[in-house]
């Protein structure tokens, strides 16, 4: 929503599931009044982005539409921007995922901590880990089983993890390779020096740098906006800013003295595609700069 402000945007919606008592979450309509949501409707999942994306009886048509979901949800955003009657989306935004690149300078217990905070969202999430180092694999590994079974969630995690992987390579250039050909949703790079790798960074949803920034930073404090890309939508796709809430009109202008210039050029590139009219559009006013015609249907008028 502070985006879509930011950038000018007149009415903001959201839709939001409502509880078991029916009743929304207090937390959630506090945060929509502060970031300044214009109308909260309790609904939520595949039906919600079919309500927003055509509009009800009580939900408004959006234009655009916005936000993370499950599988149901990404699949029914998909399918309402395939629609010409539908609605625009941010991007496929499904199940989380991390992946994170680790030598041997990074912490077992921090690399361990970072996998399960992303297993911990739901049974398909995915959580992966690539180093060069045997030992951290192994050592991240033991983490993880420790780590996991104090969790309230650890039933999801494990269900998340059983689809996770410890990928050993070479060198963390490989490494980089991989979560390129991969585009995560999450990159973290607990790495020596890890700024030295960033320019080598292609498709990531969100980069981590550094022993001491866990994704979990990025979810709730950071600053940037942490919708962002899955499903390798990332090597295509940017996370939502203010400029996914904005489009651009271009503009064009003529005077004759430029028509006379670049028109000809114009006037060939359409004989060379064949639109006739195309190329008539332009001819007819060079003709008419030619022979005064349009200064004398001017004057004639006056």
């Not at 905070?117 to 590994?141: C, F, M, W």
């Not at 999801?156 to 490494?175: D, H, N, P």
């Amino acid at each position: 929503a502070i985006p879509a402000r930011l950038a000018g945007c007149r009415e903001v919606v959201l839709c939001s599931p409502p509880r078991a008592d029916g009743t929304c979450d207090p937390v959630v309509l506090h945060a929509a009044r502060t970031c300044g949501v214009n109308r909260v409707f309790k609904a939520g999942g595949a039906q919600a982005i079919a309500a927003m994306a055509y509009g009800t009886a009580s939900i408004p048509r959006c234009d655009k539409l916005f936000g993370p979901g499950n599988a149901f949800v990404t699949e029914a955003k998909l399918q309402v921007a395939s629609d010409p009657q539908g609605a625009a989306i941010d991007m496929p935004a499904g199940p989380s995922e991390v992946l994170v690149i680790a030598d041997d300078s990074a912490d077992p217990a921090f690399v361990a901590a970072d996998l399960l905070s992303q297993a911990e969202h739901g049974p398909d999430s995915q959580v992966l880990l690539v180093s060069e180092s045997a030992s951290l694999l192994g050592a991240v590994e033991r983490e993880v089983e420790r780590q996991c079974a104090v969790l309230p969630r650890a039933a999801i995690a494990q269900q998340s993890l059983v689809y996770g992987r410890l990928i050993r390579v070479e060198s963390t250039a490989q490494a980089v390779e991989v979560s390129n050909r991969y585009a995560p949703e999450h990159l973290i790079m607990q790495v020596r020096d890890p700024r030295a790798w960033l320019g080598g960074i292609q498709s990531a949803g969100s980069v981590f740098l550094g022993h001491w920034a866990p994704e979990s930073l990025g979810d709730y404090c950071s600053g940037s906006n942490h919708v962002l890309p899955t499903c390798g939508w990332a090597r295509s796709c940017s996370g939502v800013s203010v400029a996914s809430f904005q489009k651009q009109v271009t503009v064009q202008t003529c005077s004759p003295g430029a028509l006379r210039r670049v028109g000809p050029c114009a006037a060939t590139l359409a004989a060379a595609e064949g639109l006739d009219a195309h190329r008539r559009a332009i001819a007819t006013r060079l003709s008419a700069l030619e022979g005064n015609a349009f200064g004398a249907r001017k004057r004639s008028a006056a």
